[in-house]
T-cell receptor, first 112, second 113 residues
Framework: DAKTTQPTSMDCAEGRAANLPCNHS???????VYWYRQIHSQGPQYIIH???NNETNEMASLIITEDRKSSTLILPHATLRDTAVYYC?????????????FGQGTTLQVKP | SQTIHQWPATLVQPVGSPLSLECTVE??????LYWYRQAAGRGLQLLFY??????ISSEVPQNLSASRPQDRQFILSSKKLLLSDSGFYLC????????????FGPGTRLTVL
């Protein structure tokens, strides 16, 4: 199973872009990169996922390097409500299981 | 639209007592279902997952068991709770491998005293 490495914590000023890095050097060709976040005392929330190409949705952008060994989640204009633990996950499993293995994540603190 | 329910929201139980947490999903059929636990200050640990009625896969050896008596119902149980069973229990569902966005319930905060 591909493992991910993220910084333990990061700070970001409100209104600025938050760039959260993730290393997944052992990712295999058919594994996706998923990002979730967990606001305190709530269940995790899906943000975005990608395979090879960069992806963008209403919440964030996902930049995946050409060799797919790392990626960056970008929150373009961070707000105080974006303070959360952000998990970078490589999809693990075969067939129909859909198992997601959560690591420790990055605690993002957005400051006024 | 699909919704996922968990109850109770909070629970305080003595050591050695039984446990039953329930999760139900509405608005979808044949979902994959998952139980996670998050101990205080820790990441999420996958406990069980199920791809269909009566089909349970356990991820870690533990004091807990899971059952799926109906397509959209997932139950987490224990015969005798331990102090180490305290934590935040989350149920999640997904439509399967292709659509791997997992939708999480509100969680149950269990304290074992």
């Amino acid at each position: 199973d591909a493992k991910t490495t993220q910084p333990t914590s990061m700070d970001c000023a409100e209104g600025r872009a938050a760039n959260l890095p993730c290393n997944h050097s052992t990712i295999s060709g058919n594994e996706y990169v998923y990002w979730y976040r967990q606001i305190h005392s709530q269940g995790p929330q899906y943000i975005i996922h990608g395979l090879k190409n960069n992806e963008t949705n209403e919440m964030a952008s996902l930049i995946i390097t050409e060799d797919r060994k790392s990626s960056t989640l970008i929150l373009p204009h961070a707000t105080l409500r974006d303070t959360a633990v952000y998990y970078c996950i490589v999809f693990t499993g075969s067939g129909n299981t859909g198992k997601l293995i959560f690591g420790q994540g990055t605690t993002l603190q957005v400051k006024p | 639209s699909q919704t996922i329910h968990q109850w109770p929201a909070t629970l305080v139980q003595p050591v050695g007592s039984p446990l039953s947490l329930e999760c139900t999903v509405e608005g979808t059929s044949n979902p994959n279902l998952y139980w996670y636990r998050q101990a205080a200050g820790r990441g999420l640990q996958l406990l069980f997952y199920s791809v269909g009625i009566g089909q349970i896969s356990s991820e870690v050896p533990q004091n807990l068991s899971a059952s799926r008596p109906q397509d959209r119902q997932f139950i987490l149980s224990s015969k005798k709770l331990l102090l180490s069973d305290s934590g935040f229990y989350l149920c999640a569902w997904t439509r399967g491998r292709i659509y791997n966005e997992q939708f999480f319930g509100p969680g149950t905060r269990l304290t074992v005293l």
